[in-house]
């Protein structure tokens, strides 16, 4: 089966700061930007409802034909925004919430600038192999 995930963390200044095409379907050559364009639609509802919920993991937010949008919002009001086309979210929680762990440990490292972009092969491998695990 194949699968359509892009995964992107937001800043609290609402810049991406990490994007990751992870899904196993063939690649078309707009989908990048349309799947950008999903996510980045879908980031009004998130501030939303980032007031109204204690919640960080905050399931479907937004569709878009078949493809839904997940997020999950740290306590620091990063997001991490997955559009997807599976409807598995006990794995798309796990997903997140190790992301989260990994995304802590950059933030702990001293020469990350919180809010500067994510460029550690580290980090963007370690990012892959949970999405092949989880979605």
């Excluded at 995930?5 to 994007?19: G, K, L, M, Q, W």
């Excluded at 690649?27 to 919640?55: G, M, N, P, Y």
């Excluded at 009001?77 to 190790?98: C, P, Y």
Aim: proline residues 2%.
């Amino acid at each position: 089966m194949t699968t359509t995930a892009c995964f992107i963390i937001v800043s609290r200044n609402d810049i991406p700061i990490y994007e990751a095409e992870v899904g196993s379907a063939a690649k078309r050559e707009d989908a990048a930007q349309l799947h950008q364009f999903i996510l980045h639609a879908a980031l009004d509802i998130v501030q939303d409802l980032a007031w109204t919920t204690s919640a960080m993991f905050l399931k479907a937010i937004d569709r878009f034909n078949d493809l839904v949008v997940s997020v999950y919002v740290t306590a620091g009001h990063t997001r991490f925004m997955l559009l997807h086309d599976s409807r598995n979210d006990d794995g798309i929680k796990s997903f997140f919430q190790e992301v989260h762990e990994l995304y802590i440990k950059i933030l702990l490292n001293p020469l990350y600038l919180p809010g500067s972009r994510i460029t550690s092969s580290h980090f963007d491998t370690k990012v892959r192999a949970l999405a092949r695990k989880y979605l």
